[in-house]
């Protein structure tokens, strides 16, 4: 009986060689063929599909929706994992005023313009100053209309009236939440300032022009975290913070090439801050903002308390003092992060497509197949798959050729699959196939766990 992997990649018994099946390795260039992976895999559907689907809300798939836990528990962690650093769950919706005190109400709009021709619709401060003062739409050269402003909150009415009374928002930042819960998450806690509290959860923004894919959606997820300083401290902490985030993207393995920092000039600066920064990354679509660290100065604490009438200052019982702390902001998009990841991996050769994902973020980190359906095979294969379960998050395959299945699991982004054939049953050595090179290497069964493990603690992603 053939022993060897019923495909074009060869088994050996130490690492063989990259194999690339074809040409020179591509990054992704079309938004379209990551979209079409996504549904065929399972990572992200198309909203309400068979209805047609919503524009610009999407639904994660069972691959999706443990790539976005995985994104999420990284950031959780990163943060929480910090003695200065606790977490809340704020809700959805807020009294109304504090859309009012953030300026929301009065502020959140974005100049909107309209093509007279083709009805395309734009943000007036994205499209080319040139085109903007000449009124000449980028997409057909029709006429626009003139920016008319248009608030991005989505409305809804709490209690059984529909009048203006009982209109509440769908918050469109998790800060908010955070800055609210500033006294009490200091006293419940006993944090001291220098401190800062963290928040995973959804926002909602009725986005003039959402697309890209999940880049830019109605609905999406944020990763804040508020870091509440002594006035005085804040340029030192917005420094650290700065570092603190960009390791972060760099440690998931997005490379170092694609992403930058961009200074908010005096013409992007809100009128409250005193610094800003955005992560961006290179998209197929250019460079674009994947996070925001930013120095807020007293400002949302300032308006809370102006707002509310109640008290925000804190109390340093060391000096005495009394005072409204400054609040360093990180607001990274969960989805976006979560696309940039998408994007990042991407790999296409001419003939194979996988996603070279870092093992912390891959939906599975380990696939196991028999070789053949054969009963002594699939029997020896559930076991190695149920040891490799209990310390990973594991898959296996059993159908269709042993190329197909490698394939598949590539175009996921599982790191290591794992092979069963008759040499196993004699030799308990099974095949250890590496996605990235296809390199295969014969290793005793029993120390797929520690071997696997090693592996991913030495990941040769950018070491930071
Ligand atoms: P833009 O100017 O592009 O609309 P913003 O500067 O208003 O974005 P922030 O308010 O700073 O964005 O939001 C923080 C983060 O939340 C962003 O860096 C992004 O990752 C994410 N985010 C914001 N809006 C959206 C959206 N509509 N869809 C997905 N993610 C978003």
Redesign the pocket.
């Known amino acids: 009986m053939k022993s060897t992997p019923e495909s074009n990649e060869s088994q050996t018994s130490s690492p063989s060689a990259p194999q690339s099946s074809s040409g020179a390795v591509q990054n992704l260039k079309d938004m379209a063929d990551l979209v079409s992976l996504c549904k065929r895999r399972g990572f992200v559907f198309p909203s309400s599909e068979v209805y047609g689907g919503i524009n ?1 809300c999407w639904d994660y798939g069972p691959l999706g929706i443990e790539l976005k836990r995985n994104v999420k528990e990284l950031w959780w962690k990163a943060m929480t994992d910090r003695e200065d650093v606790e977490g809340i769950d704020a809700a959805i919706l807020m009294h109304p005023r504090v859309w009012e005190a953030s300026g929301h109400v009065a502020g959140f709009v ?1 100049p909107m313009v309209d093509c007279k021709k083709c009805k395309s619709r734009f ?1 007036a ?1 994205k499209i080319d100053a040139e085109a903007l003062a000449q009124k000449k739409c980028p997409e057909c050269k029709g006429e626009l209309t003139e920016p008319r402003q248009f608030n991005l909150m989505f409305k809804t009415h709490m209690g059984p009236l529909e009048d203006s009374a009982s209109v509440v928002y769908l918050r ?2 998790t800060a908010q939440g955070i800055y609210v819960n500033f006294l009490n998450v200091s006293q419940s806690s006993r944090q001291k300032v220098p401190f800062g509290i963290s928040q995973i959860g959804k ?1 909602f ?1 009725n ?1 003039i022009t ?1 697309g890209n894919f ?9 990763m ?1 975290m508020q870091f509440f300083v002594k006035p005085g401290t804040d340029m030192e902490w917005f420094e650290r913070w700065k570092e603190i985030r960009i390791k972060w993207h760099l440690n998931n393995g997005i490379r170092k090439e694609k992403l930058r920092f961009h200074e908010h000039g005096p013409g992007e600066l809100a009128h409250y801050a005193k610094a800003a920064f ?2 961006e990354y290179e998209f197929p679509f250019g460079w ?5 660290i ?1 120095n807020r100065s007293d400002f949302d604490l300032g308006r809370h308390q102006q707002f509310s009438g109640k008290k925000l200052e804190y109390y340093d019982e060391e000096t005495k003092e009394r005072y409204l702390p400054y609040i360093v902001e990180t ?7 979560l696309l940039v990841a998408l994007v990042d991996a991407y790999r296409f050769d001419g003939d194979r497509t996988w996603l070279s994902l870092h093992p912390n973020l891959s939906p599975y980190k380990v696939a196991v197949f028999p070789l053949m359906k054969k009963p002594e095979l699939v029997q020896y294969s559930d076991k190695v798959y149920s040891e490799l379960k209990k310390r990973f998050r594991a898959t296996t395959d059993d159908a269709g050729s042993i190329g197909k299945r490698y394939r598949r699991q590539d175009e996921i982004g599982t790191p290591f699959g794992v092979t069963i054939d008759y040499d196993t049953l004699t030799q308990h050595t099974v095949t250890l196939r590496h996605r990235d090179t296809m390199a295969q290497e014969r290793i005793p069964a029993e120390r797929l766990v520690d071997f696997i493990s090693e592996k991913f603690q030495n990941w040769n992603g950018p070491a930071v």
């Open positions: 610009a974005d943000r401060d469109p930042e926002a923004r986005e959402p999940i880049f830019r959606t109605r609905e999406f997820e944020q804040e955005d992560i674009q903002e994947l996070e925001g930013h607001s990274a998009g969960c989805d976006r992060t």
